[in-house]
């Protein structure tokens, strides 16, 4: 499916709405607006003081009620940029009629919920991009490059720092918790490294309140071990209570290599040596693939399809599930 409307003679304009215009609506509001065959055509959001001050920078007409939006404007593509916990109904809609979607991640917060939209979509024939931007990173592409021959023993993971400013981000029932909210893009670049999907996870965390933000009830530390259908493993570690110290990335083992990565840097350690050069490898625009497979029709460059990032939720899915159980949990 693409675009529907031709405007201002043979140049297609994607007429682009925006659903939550908070923290990474933003980045993504900046990139259209430096498009010039994208208009910004409508923003929502329930903070109305917010949604009219990017009203006012970016363009579009504001509005709190995405049904009222979604009923009044005629849109070719949706940004949907909302919280873990509010995904569901808007992308239902837009599916409904026919409009492509750039999704944050994670994509739901509950299985069912996300094959619902899965289910929706594939029968829309909408195109729809997942915001894991690592995968459209230079790092990451090289990493992809440099395994291409090697045997991978396996991965390991962190997402180590401090907590987001957002209430919501530290309430599992609004977020699901680090793993699920932040740490997924380590798990997606696992999968998307290792090149096979998981099978089961196992795992641990360490719950305690914290007194400095009373709503606090996620795991302020947690570890888990992916097994994946070609037998390799991943082991990743997430801690939200660090405040000052900083570790986000994947580290994959070949025979006699190392290399690290996360979405700025790659680097190989091999036979004592140390290389770090990202030379002939570019990376691509998340933005701009989107609006490109919308105009054209053509979804090949997009690497997270909706399909793909359910995979990657249904991991982290798993991991709450071993956290409770204690026991290993089927993905």
Known sequence: MGIRRREKGERVV??????????????????????????ITALCDIDAARVAGQSEEFGGRAYT????????EELDALYICIPPFAHGEIELAAAEKGISMF???????????????????????????????WRY????????????????????????????????????????????????????????????????VHGACTRKPLPERPEFDIAEMSNFSILFANGQNANITSNCTTFGFRRVGVEVFC???????????CI????????ASLDGFAGADRDRVFVDAVKSGDRSAIKS???????????SLAATRAFASGEVEKV
């Open 14 to 39: 994607l007429k682009t709405g925006f659903i939550g215009t908070g923290g990474i609506a933003t980045a993504h509001l900046r990139a259209c607006a430096g498009f010039p065959d994208v208009a």
């Open 65 to 72: 009620d995405f049904a009222q939006m979604l009923e009044r």
């Open 103 to 133: 999704i944050e991640k994670p994509v739901a917060l509950e299985v069912d919920m996300a094959h619902r939209i899965r289910k929706a979509i594939e029968e829309s024939g909408v195109i729809v991009s997942v915001g894991y931007h």
């Open 137 to 200: 990173s230079a790092s990451v592409a090289r990493a992809r490059h440099v395994l291409r021959d090697r045997t991978v023993t396996g991965c390991l993971g962190a997402w180590i720092g401090g907590l987001p400013g957002v209430p919501w981000w530290s309430v599992e029932g609004r977020s699901g918790g680090q793993h699920v909210e932040q740490t997924t893009h380590v798990i997606d670049t696992c999968r998307y490294l290792l090149g096979s999907e998981a099978v089961s």
């Open 268 to 275: 190989v350690r091999e036979n004592g040596e140390e290389s």
């Open 305 to 315: 399809n909706y399909a793909d990032a359910v995979k990657t939720l249904e991991v």
């Open 255 to 265: 025979r006699g290599a190392m290399i690290s990565v996360n979405r700025q840097k």
